[in-house]
């Protein structure tokens, strides 16, 4: 009886809309063996209510990205690295990580944090820069560029989301020297 390749997960967090990719290491390219999940819990707005529900979210967030996890034999977890430069969601988003990740480990599942510029890089060759001084209308949005470098590739979908979320597996991939999306530096 053949064995299954191993499964890596990709995850970009966010209570807003959480995203998921599982990518069997032999792929090979392959977006139709690419399964992903995105999904969000909205909070009722209810003040009295407020800190219960966010407690809550986080848990069936949690639920929610190990069940896809073991549905689909992952059994190693590429986690986005935290994007606190956003002031108002950094605070949350380091609680729905802590949480992710502990229940990831009591799933039995391997976790690893893929720094997002390294793996960006990985796939871009060179990210392009800002200055301090480039007005904010005239920014490069490497995330847009990255996304757009994956649909000409061929991938299936539209949310950025799943974008970082497959950036973060990709990364490792390309470690273990699996096949990966990469451009010469």
């Not at 064995?3 to 977006?31: E, F, H, M, Q, Y």
């Not at 209510?49 to 977890?77: I, P, W």
């Not at 229940?103 to 510029?117: D, P, Q």
């Amino acid at each position: 009886m053949a064995r299954k390749a191993p499964v890596i997960l990709g995850l970009d967090l966010s209570t807003r809309a959480a995203a998921g990719v599982a990518i069997p290491i032999d792929w090979k390219g392959d977006w139709s063996r690419v399964r992903t999940i995105v999904f969000g819990i909205e909070l009722s707005g209810d003040y009295n209510l407020l800190d219960t529900e966010r407690a809550l979210r986080t848990e069936k967030v949690s639920a929610q990205l190990v069940n896809f996890a073991r549905a689909n034999g992952c059994k190693r977890a590429q986690i986005e690295s935290y994007a606190l430069n956003k002031r108002t969601a950094a605070h949350t988003l380091g609680e729905l990580g802590g949480v992710v990740r502990l229940e990831l480990v009591r799933a039995g599942i391997e976790i690893h944090t893929s720094n997002m510029s390294t793996s960006r890089k990985l796939l871009l060759g060179k990210l392009p820069r800002n200055s301090k001084d480039t007005p904010r209308e005239d920014r490069v949005d490497v995330k847009k560029i990255v996304h757009e470098t994956l649909l000409a590739a061929g991938a299936p979908w539209t949310s950025k989301d799943l974008t970082d979320a497959f950036v973060a597996a990709n990364l490792h991939l390309a470690e273990i020297g699996a096949y990966a999306f990469a451009q010469a530096a």
